[in-house]
């Protein structure tokens, strides 16, 4: 598929995903099904809006997972977060079990559930060939060809990270075309509003225009023939006098 660029996230900084990483893997070695309280934290973690981003690890199952596992582990977590079983902290349960549904709506959904599938494929990709670019330079240096990633765990951290930032650029790009598409519907709304107002205008005053047209005539009349009777006046004023005829003796 060719060499795959790996994002750019200002967002989420590598030590914030660092620790995230860390603290969740913890205690998922220590419970792995987690408490109610466990599941509230885990989902609402300073950063948490660009690591639910990804609906597998916000409802900790794998990406191959069938859809009746599917079905038991939504069931099973929005239990574990659902408001009503933890009245102590309404609020913060309500925002975590729309986490959770919202990952599960997203995978029932066949288109979705493919492109949530293409980012981790190309998470992992990324991963694969940068290991591989790494190798091959250090076996061109002379040098041994141990990576950190030969470790299964760090490999799948290394893989996780580059998955998690993936869907953000992605989630960057959809709401940048999103504020995008508003502009634009916006100016062409306000487009069609100016010429709304351009043609009401214009019949406006072509309706004042039509109702005004018999007055200009009557107007033009009365100017005519104002003139004319100004002219009378004046061709009489202007009579050369009469010339007397000289009387010869």
């Known amino acids: ?141 002379g040098r041994p060809q141990d990576v950190e990633e030969d470790d299964p765990e760090v490999f799948k951290q290394a893989v996780y990270k580059q998955t998690m930032k993936l869907f953000a650029e992605l989630e960057i790009k959809r709401k940048e075309r999103e504020a995008k598409e508003m502009h634009e519907r916006k100016r062409a709304r306000e487009e069609e509003i100016e010429a709304a107002e351009k043609a009401k205008r214009e019949r406006e005053w072509q309706k004042n225009f039509e109702e005004t047209r018999d007055g200009r005539v009557d107007s033009w009349r009365t100017f005519q023939a104002k003139g004319k009777t100004k002219e009378k006046k004046n061709r009489s004023f202007l009579k050369p006098p009469k010339v007397k005829m000289e009387q010869r003796e």
Do not use: W
Request: hydrophobic residues 30%; proline residues 5%.
């Open 1 to 141: 598929r060719g060499v795959l660029r790996e994002p750019s996230c200002q967002n989420v900084s590598d030590e914030l995903f660092q620790n995230f990483y860390t603290e969740v893997k913890q205690i998922e070695k220590r419970d792995s099904v987690l408490t109610s309280k466990q599941q509230i934290d885990r989902l609402l973690r300073p950063g948490a809006s660009y690591f639910n981003l990804n609906p597998f690890e916000v409802l900790q199952i794998d990406p191959e997972a069938t859809d009746d596992e599917l079905k038991k582990r939504f069931r099973a977590l929005s239990i574990l977060v659902h408001p009503d079983k933890n009245q102590d902290d309404p609020d913060r349960a309500q925002k975590a079990f729309e986490a959770v549904d919202k990952a599960y709506k997203l995978l029932l959904d066949p288109e979705q559930k493919k492109r949530a599938m293409d980012v981790i494929h190309a998470g992992k990709e990324y991963v694969e060939h940068n290991v591989k670019e790494r190798k091959k330079q250090l076996k061109k240096d």
